[in-house]
């Protein structure tokens, strides 16, 4: 399982990577890409809404199950992946890159982020 150390994570398997204080990118983490099977759509959240750290914001549908994707801090939509629109299996084929979901700007609760190691103790449980 690929888990980059530059970035920080969450219990609900997102990653996050900062673009500066306050504003972030986000996605789901190979550990889950993996769980879910060959993802075939993604629902992503519209740029202006506002979300709440722990909200559901969209999903991701696989061949195996549809699973609700959660905002990892709170912030403002500032862009979305809309390649992810024809290519939703750039998810699976490079979560941490191409396949990444939504920046969110004017971000706070970063402080509940979890760090690699922290990650990968979760998910070895």
Do not use: R
Not at 49 to 66: M, N, P, R, Y
Not at 90 to 110: F, Q, R
């Amino acid at each position: 399982m690929n888990t980059p150390d530059n970035l920080k994570y969450t219990a609900e398997h997102e990653w996050v990577d900062f673009n500066s204080e306050t504003s972030i990118t986000f996605g789901i983490t190979d550990f889950a890409q993996s769980a879910l099977g060959d993802v075939v759509f993604a629902s992503l959240p519209k740029v202006g809404d506002k979300l709440s750290a722990g909200q559901t914001c969209g999903e991701v549908e696989s061949t195996k199950s549809v699973s609700d994707i959660y905002a990892p801090v709170s912030g403002t939509v500032a862009e979305i992946n809309d390649a992810l629109t024809n290519n939703p299996e750039l998810i699976n084929s490079d979560p941490y890159g191409k396949g990444w979901m939504v920046k969110l700007a004017d971000v706070a609760g970063t402080n509940d982020l979890i760090d690699a190691k922290q990650y990968q103790d979760l998910t070895a449980q």
